[in-house]
């Protein structure tokens, strides 16, 4: 069963920052891309950053652009979402996710119902 597995959440003041952090288990990431995502209380969950396959193409919705950074380290197997200058508006469950995607290599689409498989979520609260 492919499982993606997220860490690095917390309780921040605005301002600082955070590193997300999700591996795959179960599976060979290396023909998919992969993207974070976020549902704040009340709220529909949202694409917050995507990466294509390659590496080569990133997406970041405007709320956290020039803040928040994804990364892919395919040899550590792991990608990273770097969000500085935290706002409590980015309060919310963060997820990682998956979608095969060899013969799109470099697309980074962000669209939730694309996505193929999920991580369980890591709690994010950023409260003076």
């Known amino acids: 069963q492919p499982q993606l597995v997220e860490s690095g959440g917390g309780l921040v003041q605005p301002g600082e920052s955070l590193r997300l952090s999700c591996a795959p288990s179960g599976f060979n990431w290396d023909s998919y891309r992969l993207g974070w995502f976020r549902r704040a209380p009340g709220k529909e969950r949202e694409g917050v950053s995507c990466i294509s396959l390659n590496g080569g193409t990133t997406y970041s919705t405007n709320p956290v652009k020039g803040r928040f950074a994804i990364v892919r380290d395919n040899a550590a197997r792991t990608v990273y979402l770097q969000m500085n200058r935290l706002k409590p508006e980015d309060t919310a469950v963060y997820y990682c996710?998956?979608?095969?995607?060899?013969?799109?290599?470099?697309?980074?689409?962000?669209?939730?119902?694309?996505?193929?498989?999920w991580g369980q979520g890591t709690q994010v609260t950023v409260a003076s």
């Open positions: 996710a998956a979608k095969r995607a060899s013969l799109m290599p470099n697309y980074a689409g962000c669209s939730a119902n694309e996505y193929d498989v």
